[in-house]
């Protein structure tokens, strides 16, 4: 039996994949949810086979729900309309679902997931591409605990390479995100944050000053108190944002 | 000028009788001075020809080339060259043709002066009148062009920003009208008409035409109902009409793109139940829209959402040429949106 979760906000829509499921006796739906939070809590709780996902949804989107669980199941999208979204189905996902779909289309998804499922899932891989998410919005979702915070860009004041992870510092403290510092190199607005150094990208507004440290070397003091150092190729980007 | 004569019979005639006149005046002066009368009427119509011929070169040179006031020298340059060489021309025409008649040889030295001032004058007075005909033709064509292309421009731009329709909400409209088919035919049925009226009142019509407030009133209804089968669940709308607002007029589109905008940020921004309120009254000379919904300060905005508020906010500029006309506030959670519409309406006119 294959264990099947189906998350997306409107009723309507859960019924149809409902509907169209009844003729499969093989695929059993444990559970339908109505946004992302709900839909987090179902997939740790119930570690479907198969997750039938919308992308837009309420507060946080169906590609940032899956960046916050670290083994994600196996996922057919189903959505409207993005076209960001499409290029990454195309390389990556099962398969995805154009509303409105058929149920030959319908059909040919599941057969696509009964045939890949001895594969290596390669979501991780897709949810690491740039067009997956980030280029149409400026936040980012991390999860604290079992809380998830939705953090827009304009509050990070830096962040710090660790590992396969990036630590994302606000007023509010330390948030820990598994993607790497590269990605917020790209989607990060490049006038208002400038990566100083191999392991920081520091936002500009947040800079008190910038002392000489060493030999060559130089140390921003923030705002705030933190000292950051600046590598011998940060210091001609930071110059040219700052414009001096 | 000279060009445009040509284009009709009459003219052509009037201008070869004043040309005439010209030849027969001119001869008389010169005869005058020196005689016999035969030897000033070859003089005049020799250099009344030449004359001529200068005019036309003046003209087309002006027609490829209309100076501009920086280098209005060479208005004055021209016809100085001109001059220089009918007077050349023209001594040398007679000399050939007379030769050995030497008392109007010698007139015509002593009379270069003369001679020269006065094709001078002819051909700066020429030069003048062209130049100033060719920029009066230059500023209408340019007033008349500016006006044309502004005004293709706002007709491109206002069509532009009113078709521009949510993708998301057509796409999930068919799929809840496709679940809604096996369960519910008829209310499958029900909503493929909503649609189609709603899709209806988006196209069509021009700017210039304004609504009754009842087409209004009926279209938002439209799109409340199916944005109510979608979200039923969690969705309320306070819906509030003033009766002293039912009379007014407005554009088409104004509203539908405030409550799109509102119903997305309450459902896409928040989990649970939403309220959208819409207030219609009327204030002073204008009709006034409140609309509000709650949102999550907390949440950062996400990209492409403010399309819809800057879109009627571009056409109200475009229409009554105001920027004060859409107003936006955040309070706490609630963010409301005003919009005023000038009452200037003329159902009479075409504007």
Redesign the interface.
């Known amino acids: 039996m294959i264990r099947i979760l189906i998350i997306d ?5 859960r ?2 994949v409902l ?1 169209y499921l009844e003729d499969y006796s093989e695929f059993h739906v444990i559970k339908e949810c ?2 992302g ?1 709900e839909g987090l809590k179902a997939i740790q709780e119930h570690e479907p086979d198969l997750v039938f996902l919308d992308v ?4 946080i989107n169906g590609f940032e729900m899956l960046e916050l669980i670290d083994n994600p199941p196996a996922v057919i999208f189903t959505t ?2 993005d076209e960001f979204a499409l290029k990454a189905f195309d390389a990556h996902a099962i398969d995805y679902l ?4 058929s149920k030959e289309r319908f059909s040919k998804a599941l057969d696509k997931f009964c045939q890949m499922e001895k594969k290596p899932w390669q979501l991780q891989e897709m949810l690491k591409l740039d067009a997956a998410r980030g280029q ?4 980012v979702v991390v999860k604290v605990r079992n809380e998830i915070k ?6 990070i004041k830096y962040l710090e390479a660790n590992d396969d992870y990036v630590n994302l510092y606000t007023s509010e403290g330390k948030f820990l995100k598994n993607k790497t510092l590269r990605f917020f190199e790209t989607v990060l607005d490049s006038d208002l944050f400038v990566r100083v150094h191999r392991s920081y990208i520091v936002k500009v507004n947040e800079i008190n000053k910038i002392e000489p440290y060493e030999k060559e070397g130089y140390l921003i003091k923030l705002k705030t108190g933190e000292s950051i150092p600046v590598s011998k190729t940060g210091l001609p980007r930071l110059k040219a944002v700052l414009g001096y | 000028m000279i060009s445009k004569l040509f284009k009709r019979q009459e003219q052509i005639i009037k201008a070869v009788g004043v040309v005439g006149l010209w030849i027969l005046a001119t001869a008389y002066v010169i005869h005058i001075y020196v005689r016999p009368f035969s030897f000033a009427l070859l003089d005049s119509f020799i250099h009344t020809l030449f004359i001529i011929g200068g005019f036309v070169l003046l003209e087309n040179v002006f027609r490829f080339y209309v100076p501009r006031s920086a280098n209005l020298w060479l208005a004055f340059i021209l016809p100085l060259f001109l001059t220089a060489i009918v007077l050349f021309l023209g001594s040398f025409g007679l000399q050939l043709l007379l030769d050995e008649t030497e008392a109007y040889l010698e007139f015509i030295d002593q009379s270069y002066a003369l001679r020269g001032l006065l094709i001078l004058i002819l051909f700066a007075s020429w030069g003048i009148l062209l130049w100033m005909d060719g920029q009066l033709e230059d500023q209408l064509k340019t007033r008349q062009r500016e006006a044309m292309i502004q005004q293709m421009t706002k007709d491109a731009e206002l069509s532009l920003l009113r078709q521009k329709l949510q ?2 909400f ?3 409209s ?7 088919v ?2 519910n035919p008829d209310q499958a049925r029900q909503m493929v008409i909503q649609l189609s009226d709603f899709l209806r009142g988006t196209i069509q019509k021009d700017d210039r035409k304004w609504l009754k407030m009842e087409e209004e009133v009926a279209f938002l209804n439209l799109f409340l109902d199916i944005e109510m ?3 039923g ?1 969690r969705l309320q709308v306070i819906f509030n009409l003033d009766e002293e607002a039912v009379a007014l007029r407005l554009p088409q589109l104004m509203i539908q793109p405030l409550l799109e905008n509102a119903l997305k940020h309450g ?5 649970g139940e939403v309220i959208i309120k819409l207030d219609i009254s009327k204030a002073g000379s204008f009709l006034e829209i409140r609309i509000s919904n709650p949102f ?1 300060p ?7 959402a403010g399309f819809g508020l800057q879109a009627v906010k571009r056409r109200l500029y475009l229409l009554f040429g105001r920027n004060d006309l859409l107003i936006c506030t955040a309070e706490k959670d609630v963010f409301t949106v005003t919009l005023k519409i000038p009452q200037t309406y003329d159902p009479d006119s075409n504007h």
């Open positions: 906000d409107e009723p309507l829509a019924q149809l509907e109505q946004d939070f837009q949804m309420p507060k409207a309309f154009l509303k409105p779909f149409n919005t400026d936040r939705i953090i827009p860009f304009q509050q | 993708p998301h057509l796409f999930n068919l799929n809840s009208i496709s679940a809604l096996k369960n089968i979608r979200f669940h459902l896409y921004g928040l989990t999550d907390q949440a950062g905005k996400v990209k492409g």
